[in-house]
Nanobody, 120 residues
Framework: QVQLVESGGGLVQAGGSLRLACAGA?????MGWFRRASGKEREFVAY????????HYGDSVKGRFTISRSDDNNEVYLQMNSLAPDDTAVYYC????????????????WGQGTQVTVSS
């Protein structure tokens, strides 16, 4: 059983930055970040392939967020810059099993999430 633990969330002013971390990512597995805002459906945020060679982003975060990984630390990161109130959500990391990277049901293990709140 894989245990994923997110950290790094918090309260930040619009225009600020946060860096999320996901412990327990595991070597050799592709990983994704999703988010769920209150009253909205879960949204794809970012994906990184098992070797870090491929990265994809949701349209709403392109150019502002960067996903990376450290296999030495067994972690995946999400650097979030130029944050806006619309980025307020619970952010989840997940390990891909199979299927499209932008579809939540393609992932088999999920963390408990970390809250990100951006004030205007």
């Amino acid at each position: 059983q894989v245990q994923l633990v997110e950290s790094g969330g918090g309260l930040v002013q619009a225009g600020g930055s946060l860096r999320l971390a996901c412990a327990g990512a595991g070597r050799g597995f592709s990983m994704g970040w999703f988010r769920r805002a209150s009253g909205k459906e879960r949204e794809f945020v970012a994906y990184i392939s098992h070797d870090g060679g491929l990265r994809h982003y949701g349209d709403s975060v392109k150019g502002r967020f960067t996903i990376s990984r450290s296999d030495d630390n067994n972690e995946v990161y999400l650097q979030m810059n130029s944050l806006a109130p619309d980025d307020t959500a619970v952010y989840y990391c997940a390990q891909l099993r199979r299927g499209p990277y932008y579809v939540a049901t393609s992932y088999r293990y999920w963390g408990q999430g970390t809250q990100v709140t951006v004030s205007s």
